[in-house]
């Protein structure tokens, strides 16, 4: 069944705080606007989506390291990028009744979306979070918050280098914080305050940026489908125009998701040219070319970059997973969820509480954890209740101990999608769990 587009993002809202995946930050004290928490199921996930993105990028491939840089940098790093001049949003405030501050690029004409009141003229202002280090508060302490993590993979540019044994074309990952004071923070976790970067600084020869800014757009864009399992026809790529491109990039393209409220970015995927190694170099007035061993000649590399936080994959990935449909006349809610990304995989659930088949289905999931993220479901409730509960937390599979358990050594799989049992031997378990789950 398909749920009304319009209606779909207040249900995913309500089934991410029912489940306990998400929070408002501080709430018992009103929450603090673009801040969320994520509780159990909604780390289960994170992780998931991390962990996934590191294995693709750094662990299956020779020609990614990872780096892990501070959270708060010098201003020297931001003045020579550009941020403290270019990361910039133009903000118009309403003069009317509710004095709300908008994006000026995210309102059409000159009246307040919200009251219909005037609105100021648009100034610019600065997303980054700005703080102190050490006990003086004055220009020589002021310290940022990063808003990117791409600016720790260029100042240590040089340090990996002569550390590790990389050679052009090679490209250094991280993920991490990175915080933004964004003036409209909305679409729940879409545009937050503070998100979790995942991006990598692919470094290339001048004349090669094309060839791979062609091989990255549709790399990330086939993990999307293949290894998260999101709608393909719900993704399209978008080809920044060039007079709306950033202040580092020669092209850029969007990995665009069909969100309820339209088509937005995903993750971008941009051709930052060798522009942040020659702005630190002049700045820092240190040596960051490379040597060609075929020339001889020292040059600065190119960079191509994918970039997405995981706060925006997890919001997608609910969007693209939620459904409702009704099973045996009564309505369900579930996410259908690829096994690769759900935040409990496998599911044990003993029909009842006779200590002895507690006692299987604890050498099942005893068995079952560690290749799988389990959970095991004892409490009240019947069968079928359980099997709904597991549905709305996405669990592609629930393995049922019932008293023939006792007799066959076997257990039924209960498939989330198709509801379907199938009857597997306990020694069986673990292999056709796997060829499930694809
Ligand atoms: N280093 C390049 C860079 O930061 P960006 O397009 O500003 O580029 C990259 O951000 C990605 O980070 C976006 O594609 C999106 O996935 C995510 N992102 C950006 N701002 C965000 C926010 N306020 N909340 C959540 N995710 C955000």
């Known amino acids: 069944m398909t749920v009304d587009r319009n209606e779909l993002m207040d249900r995913v809202v309500a089934l991410t705080k029912r489940r306990g995946f998400i929070f408002p930050t501080a709430e018992i004290y009103g929450g603090l606007s673009g801040f969320y928490e994520f509780g159990p199921y909604g780390v289960a996930l994170k992780r998931a989506i991390r962990d996934l993105w590191w294995r693709h990028m750094v662990d299956l491939r020779d020609d990614v390291v990872g780096l892990e840089s501070t959270l708060i940098m010098p201003a020297a790093v931001w003045e ?16 009317g009744k509710c ?26 202002f600065n997303l980054m979070f700005k703080t102190y280090v050490g006990p003086l508060q004055d ?17 240590d540019f040089k340090n990996i280098i002569n550390s590790t044994r990389v050679r052009v074309p090679f490209g250094i990952a991280q993920q991490g914080k990175a915080f933004r004071n964004e003036i409209t923070p909305g679409n729940f976790v879409f545009r937050v305050r503070e998100f979790e970067l995942m991006e990598m600084e692919y470094f290339v020869r001048p004349q090669a940026d094309d060839e791979w800014f062609s091989y990255w757009r549709s790399e990330r864009l086939r993990w999307y489908t293949d290894v998260l399992g999101l709608d393909k026809n719900r993704l399209r790529f978008y080809d920044h125009p060039k007079e709306s491109l950033s202040h580092y990039s020669k092209q850029t393209t969007d990995i665009e998701y069909e969100f309820p409220f339209g088509w937005g970015e995903l993750e971008g995927i941009a051709d930052r040219t060798d522009y942040d190694l020659a702005v630190h170099q ?16 020292r040059y600065l590399p190119w960079v191509i970059e994918p970039a997405v936080s995981v706060e925006r994959i997890f919001i997608t ?22 096994p690769n990304v759900a935040p409990v ?26 290749q799988f993220r389990v959970e095991y479901d004892q409490t009240g409730g019947n069968i079928g209740r359980r099997y709904r509960r ?47 789950a694809g």
């Open 390 to 436: 597991q549905d709305e937390i996405g669990t592609p599979f629930c393995i049922t101990v019932d008293f023939d358990t006792l007799n066959d050594q076997a257990v039924t799989i209960r498939k989330r999608d198709s509801t379907e049992q199938e009857r597997v031997k306990i020694a069986d378990l673990s292999p056709r769990l796997n060829s499930l």
């Open 345 to 370: 995989q496998v599911a044990v659930v003993p029909l009842s509480k006779k200590e002895e088949l507690i006692r299987v289905a604890k050498d099942v999931i005893k068995a079952l954890r560690g």
């Open 317 to 338: 990935l609910l969007l693209d997973a939620y459904d409702e449909d009704v099973v045996n006349n009564e309505p369900r809610t579930l996410l259908r969820l690829h």
């Open 80 to 95: 020579a990028s550009g941020h403290l001049t270019n990361f910039v949003d133009p903000l118009r405030q309403c003069l």
């Open 139 to 155: 220009r020589a302490s002021e310290v940022y918050l990063r808003p990117e993590t791409a600016q720790g993979m260029f100042v």
């Open 282 to 297: 002049e700045k820092s007035k240190q040596d960051l070319t490379s040597l060609d061993p075929e020339t001889n000649e």
């Open 99 to 124: 004095k709300k501050r908008w994006r000026a690029d995210h309102v059409l004409g000159e009246k307040c979306p919200e009251c219909g009141g005037p609105l100021d003229e648009a100034r610019m």
